[in-house]
Each structure stands twice: as C-alpha cells, then as structure tokens.
C-alpha cells in the first residue's frame, strides 16, 4: 500500500536518495491518484483480505462476501482475482517452507525512523521464522518490471522489521520478495541481516538531508517518480547538456574516412537518447496540457488531430440499408475468434483449462533493452534478424 505520509517513504526512496531535495518539495505537491494507483490499490486490498482469511482461518462466506465488496469497484477486473491469488499462493510457499510455523504479518506497519527521520511505511507482507525475515511486496504495475535486487524501499521495510522483531527473533538473512504478477515477474534477493543495518548507517547523512529539505538535485531514471519531473530546472539542464554535449560527443563527422558511424557509436547514443527521448516527450504533453488550459506556450499552439469515422445509427438501420441494397448484412460483420487471453478471461481459469492443447505460447519480437535489464539476451541465432523483419 502507498505510505503517502512519511516525507520519506519507502516508496519513494530511490527518487529521494538520489536527488535528497526532491524529498521535501514532492510532499508538499498536491496529492494526486491516477486511475492505475487507484487500480493498484484495489488489488492491494483484494490481496489483504485474501491473506488475512489464510492466516486466520476466516469462514468462507466471510471473505467471499469482502471481496464481493471490493468486486463491485469499477476498476475490478476479474483478471485481478487470478493476479492476487498468485501472489497469496507464493506466500504460503514460504510459509510452508519451513518446518514450524511461520509468522505473517499482513499490511504491517512499520518505523525506520531510526535510518530516516520520521519514516514509516506500510509493508504488505512480513514473515519471520527463525533467522529468517522475508519482506514481500505486491506490485500491480505492468509498466516496468520491478526486481528486488538492492530495492531500497524493501530495504527500508527490512529495516522496520528488524526494529520491531529483533527482540523475539534472531534474525540472520533478511529476503525481499517482489511480485509482480501482471509481468509474471517474482523477484528474490537476499542480504545478511550486517548487510542491511550498514546500507541503513550508509543511508542516514542523506536521509536527514533529504528530510531538511538539502543536497543536491541530481537527475536520473529516478525522475520519473517526481511530481516536478516534467518542469524540473535540473532535469532540463542535464538534459540539453547531455544533448549538446555528450549526446553529440560519439557522433563523429567521419572516421578515417567512414561516412557512417561505427555501431559503437550507435550503443552510445542510445544509451543518452532514451533519457532525452523521455523527458521530450514530458514536455511535450506539459506543453499540450496548458495550451488546452489556454496557457500560452510561445512558437506552439494545440489543434485538433485527425478524427476518425464512427457509426452514429443503430446496427439495425445498417443492416436494413445494405438489404435494400440487395447486399447481406452480415457483409458488415467480421466474425472472429477470440485472442487466447480474452477466452481464459471470458470463460475463467478452470474452464480454459480445458484448453490446454489448443494453444501455444510465440516467441516474443526482439525488443532493444539497456545491456543491464535482467531478461537474457536474445536466443534466436540467425533468425532473430528474420524475427524482426517479419
Ligand atoms: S525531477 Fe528534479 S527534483 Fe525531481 S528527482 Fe529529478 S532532478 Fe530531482
């Protein structure tokens, strides 16, 4: 769940120990939540219940009739029922894991105001046994996949943990646990418990300066968690930096007499041109936003794009003018199969079982990724370029 409280949430960790002022000037900006915060937080409740009625055994009329409830939501999907039993399901894999029974926590509260003043946040799931302390975390995104590797605002809930339950646990290994099951994206990391409490000490100087609202403002993928990413002075001023200087360095006029750049030189200038390409676009939709709102945005005006054509009349009155036509109506219709997504969806999981040997998975098209994003590297020999074409 979103600790939209605390200057420094957890959520928003990577954004404020990278840039420490940005910590003060995003709690004060209005509290805004777009429609996919509002979905996230839907299915964080749905995983709540879901959980709770494990942990204590709720009668079954209980929790159908909660999450009935939550069904109601415009925002419900019954995808987001699938989506949260994965996530209930990998928590009693570790919880069966151990030999006794393990303590969960649901929707557990937690304080490192010790690393970071006044900081709280929300942990969706916290388990302990033993020497064990597992932080598990629910992502609803289907953006970006989110890994666990170093992930600060685990870090942070660790931290939490660690205070409150140090005195009736020995804990040795801290695990965090992302899941993130609309990119089928479970992600695990591991830091001994002397690990965590050095990052918490490393973290303490820029936790108290981001809090007093000091530093220095440092732009990065980080931004885009900011809610002055789009007019932000120092994401600006990189940004033309980075095209006037460092985004122009690798692009010789000519080497050794080539006409074409060298495909190093292609690597390189990708790498600087998705952030740039990143923060065009923002100021592209900030600039739109406020000509529409009649704010004058000098050398660009908003005007209307193409239209498309739609049916106003009633299916019936078309059918009846192809007829008298002397064509067929149903000259009108396409009659498709389903995608296999929308069948499972239409019919449910248990049904669409069934299915099984109907369907395969294709392989996905060649997507071009930063060298360090986890998936491996492509595997087509020499068809990936034939892949790509097709
Ligand atoms: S947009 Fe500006 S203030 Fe916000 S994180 Fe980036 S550099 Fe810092």
New binding site residues.
Partial sequence: MPDVHAVLSASSAS?WL??P??AQ?CAKAPDTQSKYAAEGTLAHEMCEIKLTAYIAALPKRTVTARLNKLKKNELYDPEMDAHTDTYLDHIKKIALSFPTKALINVEKRVDYSAYAPEGFGTADCIILHGEDLYIVDFKYGKGIPVSAENNPQLKLYALGAYTAFRMFYSIKNIHLVIIQPRLDNISEWEISIDGLLEWGENIKPIAKLAYEGGGE????E??RF?S??TT?R??AVDNLELAKYEFAKPVPVAKDGEPTISDDDVGAILSKAKALKKWVEDIEEYALSQSLEGNDIPGWKAVEGRGKREWTADPAKIENRLSGLGLPPQIAYERELLSVAKLEKAIGKTAFADFSDLWQKSRGAPTLVPENDKRPAYNGGTTAAEDFKQ
């Fill in positions: 954004r990278s840039c002022p940005s000037i403002f440092s732009s990065g980080h931004c900011c002055i990413a932000c120092k994401r």
